[in-house]
T-cell receptor, first 112, second 114 residues
């Protein structure tokens, strides 16, 4: 499928490395944040979420960190695998709304 | 359990024409949102439908309109197509009672305007 990753920042890692993808969000009123993975030719796929009253949440091989002071999110992927290669987006939702505002995205390339 | 389904998957239209894209939400979801994703960009919110009404709208011109049917499926219509409307159009459904949670995206319709 056609790539969604043209002109995006790229993070290249080796299989087995840990990956950290960063995101700056825009709205200090946002209270819910989501990381999505988007593979070529597919729609965004939910990875992990975090509410604004938390600063860390862990899933299977993934951890999200939230720093509200500097409006920064990060996604940590442990033991990165070739199947993790995709474009990763953070998204935010503000109180009282149910629409997503997406960040710019990062392409993750994992070499075997 | 089928997820969000969109049709068609690819479409080529001529500048000035009109297009209709279709979306069937995930079972149990009653809210449908549409997003436009230009190449190399994150998705941009177009509008959201719930109970057959447009509930929220992003910064898109009136050429973009939509509809939701009683079975919760939805259509996105774009009139007077411009070259800049070329993009991947994503439909996402969610259960309204969990506003902001449970978003599920379809694979999108790739629209090319020539």
């Amino acid at each position: 499928g056609e790539s969604v990753g043209l002109h995006l920042p790229t993070l290249s890692v080796q299989e087995g490395d840990n990956s950290i993808i960063n995101c700056a969000y825009s709205n200090s009123a946002s209270d819910y944040f989501i990381w999505y993975k988007q593979e070529s030719g597919k729609g965004p796929q939910f990875i992990i979420d975090i509410r604004s009253n938390m600063d860390k949440r862990q899933g299977q091989r993934v951890t999200v960190l939230l720093n509200k002071t500097v409006k920064h999110l990060s996604l940590q992927i442990a033991a990165t695998q070739p199947g993790d290669s995709a474009v990763y987006f953070c998204a935010e939702i503000s109180t009282g709304y149910s629409t997503l505002t997406f960040g710019k995205g990062t392409m993750l390339l994992v070499s075997p | 359990d089928a997820g969000v389904t969109q049709s068609p998957t690819h479409l080529i239209k001529t500048r000035g024409q009109q297009v209709t894209l279709r979306c069937s939400p995930k079972s149990g979801h009653d809210t449908v949102s549409w997003y436009q994703q230009a190449l190399g960009q994150g998705p941009q919110f177009i509008f959201q439908y719930y109970e057959e009404e447009e509930r929220q709208r992003g910064n898109f011109p009136d050429r973009f309109s939509g509809h939701q049917f009683p079975n919760y499926s939805s259509e996105l219509n774009v009139n007077a197509l411009l070259l800049g409307d070329s993009a991947l159009y994503l439909c996402a459904s969610s259960p309204q009672r969990r506003s902001g949670y449970g978003y599920t995206f379809g694979s999108g319709t790739r629209l090319t305007v020539v």
